[in-house]
């Protein structure tokens, strides 16, 4: 029954951003926001718009765009942080915008706005080159200036984040592969199949392995130098977004709820899974002390390494975003909150510290 709901939701996701008619209040509706943070804010790309949030007291930095919305837009993709200050946001809305902003202040350096497909991945920089995934199947690349550089067609849709080893990008796509995309030549050196279509990233760990969930009920170990799958484990359902490594331990949910921590040497598991109170759609959050995942039922756990709950807090409405951590609060992002409240702020200990309800 769990899956059946987030299905139709999937399925409405795609209606909305891929029928050229649809608004950006409709994807509002329809989907869930993109989430991240560095040390002073949080930025919430929240469908009509894409929100700067001040960590210490919850109050609104800026707003992009800065007055009314724009309804050819639609932003939900995670927000990008480069190291020369730029936030790098993806819309999913008929202008196919890829726009670079001034994290310090909302304002804009540059749009390109030119693929057949829209924006449903976050990009990501390698050696000063920002590489974005489209759900036209291409790889789109440019400088930190803007400047377009060229496309490479990938294969099927994309929707995910690639992850890189700094001599390829590890790219997942519907079409049921990962692609490894040499950097150097800028062609696709190898794919290998997994057994469902891959919604989320990869999980890529210093030993050159990478670990896919997809909705095959599968996680699945790919070695990259042997280009071959070591092993994999069953999940009780569908897994949407990427697994989170932390030393050899792999964590993971499932979208019928069930939790995972499996051992990344022999794809064994690490303590029985746990099933909180509702499905898992975003990854695990890796802290000093505990993992912390959000539920569709609205509730935040934070899980030992044991698997034991240490923590729960119910925040409301649906927790599909990723979890965050910024400086020492927790962020989660709920969707369909009565007193729509966008972003929710708890301490270490769960304690709900404020909410951000934006204006618009």
Not at 42 to 64: D, T
Not at 162 to 177: A, C, K, R
Not at 305 to 331: F, H, K, M, N
Request: proline letters at 4%; one cysteine or more; charged letters at 15%.
């Amino acid at each position: 029954m769990k899956l059946k709901k987030v299905f139709i939701l999937v399925v409405a996701v795609v209606l909305a951003t891929l029928l050229s008619g649809c608004s950006a209040s409709a994807m509002r509706s329809n989907s869930w926001a993109g989430l991240s943070a560095d040390a002073e804010k949080a930025y919430l790309a929240n469908g009509s718009f894409v929100y700067a949030i001040n960590l210490n007291n919850g109050n609104q930095a800026w707003q992009y765009p800065a007055e009314k919305a724009d309804t050819k837009e639609s932003f939900f993709a995670t927000p990008v942080l480069t190291e020369d200050g730029q936030l790098l946001i993806t819309s999913a809305g008929t202008n196919h915008s890829l726009i670079s902003l001034n994290a310090a202040s909302g304002s804009t350096n540059w749009t390109f706005s030119d693929p057949e497909g829209v924006w449903i991945a976050s990009p990501i920089v390698v050696d000063e080159t920002i590489y974005a995934p489209n759900t036209d199947g291409k790889l789109y690349a440019f400088d930190l200036l803007g400047n377009f550089l060229w496309a490479k067609h990938i294969g099927g849709t994309l929707w995910s984040q690639p992850v890189s080893d700094g001599e390829f990008l590890y790219i997942n796509s519907l079409d049921h592969h990962l692609y490894a995309f040499n950097l150097s030549t800028q062609e696709v050196l190898w794919k290998a199949e997994a057994t469902g279509a891959i919604p989320g990233s990869p999980a890529l760990d210093a030993d050159g392995n990478l670990y896919l969930g997809s909705f095959g009920a599968k996680i699945e170990a790919i070695n990259a130098s042997a280009q071959n799958t070591s092993w994999s484990f069953e999940t009780k359902g569908w897994v949407w977004d990427a697994p989170v490594i932390e030393e050899n331990t792999l964590y993971v949910g499932d979208l019928e709820g069930n939790f995972y921590a499996i051992n990344t040497s022999d794809g064994r598991p690490v303590w029985n899974s746990i099933q909180p109170d509702g499905t898992i759609i975003g990854s695990p959050l890796i802290t000093e002390d505990f993992i912390v995942i959000g539920t569709e039922s609205g509730s935040a756990y934070a899980i030992d390494r044991e698997g034991a709950i240490i923590w729960q807090y119910s925040i409301g409405g649906r927790l599909y975003t990723s979890p965050v951590q910024g400086d020492d609060l927790i962020l989660f992002s709920p969707m369909e909150m009565e007193n729509q409240a966008a972003l929710v702020a708890l301490d270490l200990e769960g304690r709900q510290v404020w909410q951000f309800i934006p204006e618009n």
